[in-house]
């Protein structure tokens, strides 16, 4: 492992994978298979006391699911993890193990709808509540926090209005309160940015996005410190969200040109961020490195580059946004996003339509706002489709 660590980051996430069979493949096979055999009753036995590490039950583990774990520990600085069937899958996963009836979560505002509906709706069911505090006012978590406090939660860049925390105040102060301090790191990947750097017990992706980037298959993974991981595994392993087989070796083969397909998404995504920030019927534009952005200073000291997400108000508000997604021709329609596809949405007409105005506008989604998620296309088709559409606006 030591000579492992020497190598540069591109080379071990291509280079990690699983011992080869006896068949000696180049590329790391498909291990379908629900189960595992044994050798004898007493391999079986000390099996299951985990006396030996070794793969019992897909749910549990499974080679592929274990090499795609590896590499995002790798890449996040990370002791151990675990691979869920979805993005979400982890999120409840994660929390649903760390938390008791009685427990208190502080979180940014701005979080996944998925993800607020489950604060929101069902984990009052089991008397946990959540706080929020807003994007722009971090200075507020403090007097947030109560004796039952038990986790602080944040998205950055946050979803779907690209607003930018400071990871390591966030870490300072969990660390002051012993609270469990836990990162949705999905639009910035493993590649860009690593929460653990700056304070946080554990990092969560939504590999379905960026880390599979073709908008192929579902997938989630938890990572950080061991001890919480023991815990998230054994919840797991009884309440069966383990991701499947597959769908872990085609991400753990994603992850092998992440940083490629990344840094060009990065270079597409400014290029269109700076043609909207000029463009006559934009009123504003969010993007991590613009110097526009309110948090660019923060976007540059924890993240390599800004990401493949450009937030932007369209002038006109509510009407104006959807006549935009009626307009155009070349970037999908779509409500994920990371892929080698541009896709465009407008939060307030679609996704975010069940809130009020009010709750819109407090988690940053004004009547105007499109988010895009910028592709490999050749990035000047990408900007020619949105200024066709804008101008016809």
């Known amino acids: 492992m030591s000579t492992q660590n020497k190598l540069g980051l591109e080379t071990q996430i291509i ?56 590499k995002i520990c790798i890449m996040e600085g990370a002791e151990d993890g675990f691979a869920f069937a979805t993005g979400m899958a982890a999120v409840y996963g994660t929390l649903a193990t760390l938390l008791n009836a009685g427990d208190h979560i502080v979180s940014v505002g701005s979080v996944f709808g998925s993800t607020h509906t489950l604060f929101t709706k069902y984990f009052p069911k089991w008397n946990i509540q959540t706080t929020y505090f807003d994007v722009n006012h971090p200075e507020e978590i403090e007097s947030k926090i109560q004796e039952n406090t038990k986790i602080l939660y944040v998205e950055s860049p946050t979803n779907p209005a690209v607003d930018i925390l400071d990871l390591e105040y966030l870490g300072k102060i969990a660390k002051k309160h012993k609270l ?28 379905t996005k960026l880390i599979d980037g073709q908008g192929r298959v579902l997938g989630g993974v938890t990572v950080g410190r061991s001890d ?91 009407e104006a946004g959807r006549q935009f997604l009626d307009k155009i021709k070349l970037c999908s329609l779509s409500a994920n996003l990371g892929d080698t596809r541009s896709i465009v949405t407008h939060p307030a007409s679609t996704t975010h339509s069940k809130l009020t105005e009010e709750e819109r506008l407090a988690v940053s989604i004004t009547d105007g706002l499109v988010r895009i998620s910028v592709g490999l296309e050749t990035v000047r088709d990408v900007i020619a489709d949105l200024d066709q559409a804008l101008n016809q606006v």
């Not at 036995?45 to 795609?68: G, I, M, Q, V």
């Not at 469990?180 to 940015?193: G, K, M, R, S």
């Not at 499947?244 to 269109?272: D, G, M, T």
């Open 180 to 207: 469990i301090f836990v990162v949705d790191n999905c639009f910035a990947t493993p590649y860009l940015q690593n929460p653990i750097q700056f304070g946080a017990d554990l990092v969560i992706h939504s590999a």
């Open 15 to 70: 280079r990690t994978q699983v011992e080869r069979t006896e068949f000696q493949e180049h590329s790391v096979p498909l291990y379908l298979t629900s189960s595992f055999i044994f050798e004898d009753a007493e391999d079986m036995r000390a099996s299951f006391a985990e006396d030996k590490e070794r793969n019992l039950y897909s749910r549990f583990s499974n080679p592929n699911t274990s090499e795609f774990v590896e």
């Open 228 to 318: 919480l991981i023991r815990e998230i595994y054994l919840f797991s392993r009884n309440t069966g969200p383990a991701l499947s087989p597959f769908n872990a070796w085609v991400l753990s083969k994603s992850l092998e040109n992440l940083p490629v397909r990344i840094e060009k998404h990065c270079e597409n995504a400014l290029k269109v961020a700076e043609f909207l920030e000029n463009h006559p019927n934009v009123a504003s534009v969010k993007y991590p490195f613009l110097k526009s952005h309110p948090q660019y200073e923060v976007a540059k000291r924890q993240m390599k580059l800004g990401g493949n997400i450009v937030a932007f108000e369209i002038k006109g508000g509510i």
